[in-house]
């Protein structure tokens, strides 16, 4: 059973549309994170929030804006994104600033832009 | 910048059979190592990870993974594998940038398909 929740867990959107998705954790972390998984690719780490801080923004088009209110919640906000944007986003969690502390993943919204 | 290698794509084994996943790492450096395993339909999950001390650590399942620094390899094993192990297994390692200090970057490998057949 994971701590870690993500909706919707499939998302199908046109390039113009406004779209975001939600993370939950209910671990009591303080450190949360999105990933860009890819097929045939690896993980892509895109954003590191600690203490509701952006701490890393890991070259990510702007298309692509997180928002993290509270140590609880993060959002991945979407707007005019491309084709090659559909992939599984994942969401993660840690305790501490630490990345040696293990990262507890979301199921993933698998994303599909037509 | 650092990277992760896993050498097998896809590897199909009966059950019973021991198994050795490849991973090697590029950075020279202090590092923390993990193995995660995605099982069909799950979230991943950790298996197992390496800080410091004994370089064979051992995780779930029975898994264990050793630690070799002068081949920059941390490769999983298994001695019989199951059925149930069929799933994704990530290799990611985090470098530390500093004495003392860490970073968030977990490097993910590109995974290794873990096919058993009963």
């Known amino acids: 059973e994971t701590g870690v929740t993500q909706t919707p867990r499939h998302l199908v959107m046109g390039m113009t549309n406004k779209k975001s998705l939600k993370c939950e954790q209910h671990l009591g972390h303080n450190a949360m994170y999105w990933y860009k998984q890819s097929a045939k690719k690896p993980l892509e780490l895109m954003f590191v929030y600690s203490l509701e801080e952006r701490v890393e923004n890991n070259s990510v088009p702007s298309r692509f804006s997180p928002e993290c209110p509270n140590s609880s919640h993060l959002f991945l906000h979407l707007h005019t994104l491309q084709p090659e944007d559909s992939a599984l986003y994942l969401c993660?969690?840690?305790?501490?600033?630490?990345?040696?502390?293990?990262?507890?993943f979301g199921p993933g919204t698998r994303l599909t832009v037509t | 910048a650092q990277s992760v290698s896993q050498h097998n794509h896809h590897v199909i084994l009966s059950e019973a059979a021991s198994l050795e996943l490849g991973c090697n790492y590029s950075y020279g450096g202090t590092v923390n190592l993990f193995w995660y395993v995605q099982y069909p339909g799950q979230h991943l999950q950790l298996l197992l990870k390496y800080f410091s001390g004994d370089p064979l650590v051992k995780g779930i399942k029975g898994f264990e993974a050793e630690f070799i620094k002068s081949k920059f390899s941390f490769n999983l094993r298994k001695p019989s594998v199951q059925w149930s192990d069929t799933a994704e297994y990530f290799c990611?390692?985090?470098?530390?940038?500093?004495?003392?200090?860490?970073?968030?970057?977990?490097?993910f490998g590109k995974g290794t398909l873990l096919t058993v057949n009963p």
């Open positions: 993660a969690s840690s305790q501490g600033r630490n990345v040696g502390n293990e990262q507890y």
């Open positions: 990611a390692v985090n470098a530390l940038w500093n004495s003392g200090g860490s970073n968030y970057k977990l490097t």
